[in-house]
């Protein structure tokens, strides 16, 4: 396993990790698609010179099916992100998919399945890994019976794994490990505080509910060799603070890592 965080596309942002002694950078586009897009050349060049790889890219958030099916401009965006995930050769592109209330969830599930084949599809040639985020913002194939619903009909699909997504809604994340762990292709490493089953904070991994050292464990048998990245998510971890956080972080994952 590498140890990683999701980070930006600017010169200081590659600085950065390099100063901290992260092993790569993930880049979540988001609704910056353009800003990225017109600035890989850059983003190279930073990745070369800092020797900084950039193992995944993302973009989550955005409809991809509508009541008609796939929509297209956004399965065109998402394959030209593939494109430039390339061009950085990067290891992962994660993904997700929304549910329209309208239809049915066997009709959302077989959109799903032909929405992320054409993603599959179009990163194979490039040896990239398509993954779908655990994370619920304007997705549903986040638990157990999506992922048998639509990895089950898709084997080269994968998972980008958060703990921090299924304690807030109350799952069992070892359990979710021990089943689906061999087909994540991507870990985020978050920390989260409920109390009461309700959501406070996310500080530094390793000052928060999770049970790290059991879910490294779980990695280690089930045979993960993926990426490890860091998402500093807090409102109250900013600034220094967040700066103290982030290698709190590192410092505590990496004596789990062997």
């Not at 109350?170 to 689906?180: C, I, N, Q, S, V």
């Not at 087909?183 to 920390?191: P, Q, T, W």
């Not at 109390?195 to 089930?222: Q, R, S």
Request: charged share 25%; aromatic share 12%; glycine share 10%.
């Amino acid at each position: 396993m590498e140890l990683g965080m999701i980070t930006w596309i600017h010169e200081e942002d590659f600085r950065g990790a390099k100063e901290k002694g992260l092993q790569f950078v993930e880049l979540d586009v988001n609704s910056r698609d353009q800003e990225f897009l017109e600035n890989v050349d850059n983003i190279a060049a930073y990745s070369a010179k800092y020797e900084m790889p950039v193992r995944a890219v993302g973009r989550w958030g955005s409809t991809r099916i509508s009541q008609a099916g796939i929509v297209g401009e956004e399965l065109d965006l998402e394959c030209r992100l593939i494109d430039a995930a390339a061009k950085l050769h990067a290891q992962v592109y994660i993904t997700g998919c929304n549910f329209v209330e309208e239809l049915s969830y066997m009709k959302n599930c077989q959109y799903a399945v032909e929405y992320f084949g054409k993603l599959i599809e179009h990163a194979k040639p490039y040896g990239i890994k398509v993954a779908v985020y655990n994370c619920r913002w304007n997705n549903f194939v986040c638990d157990d019976m999506a992922w048998t619903m639509i990895l089950g009909e898709l084997p080269e699909l994968y998972i980008k794994y958060d703990t921090s997504h299924c304690i807030c809604y109350h799952g069992d994340y070892m359990a979710e490990t021990k089943k689906w762990g061999d087909r994540f292709a991507h870990v985020h490493i978050k920390g989260v505080v409920t109390i009461g089953g309700e959501h406070v904070d996310d500080p530094p991994a390793g000052m928060d509910n999770t049970n790290w050292g059991g879910f490294l464990a779980l990695l280690y048998y089930k045979g993960y060799d993926g990426g490890l990245s860091i998402e500093p998510h807090s409102e109250t971890w900013k600034g220094e603070l967040g700066e103290k956080g982030v290698q709190f972080t590192i410092d505590y994952i990496r004596r789990m890592m062997f």
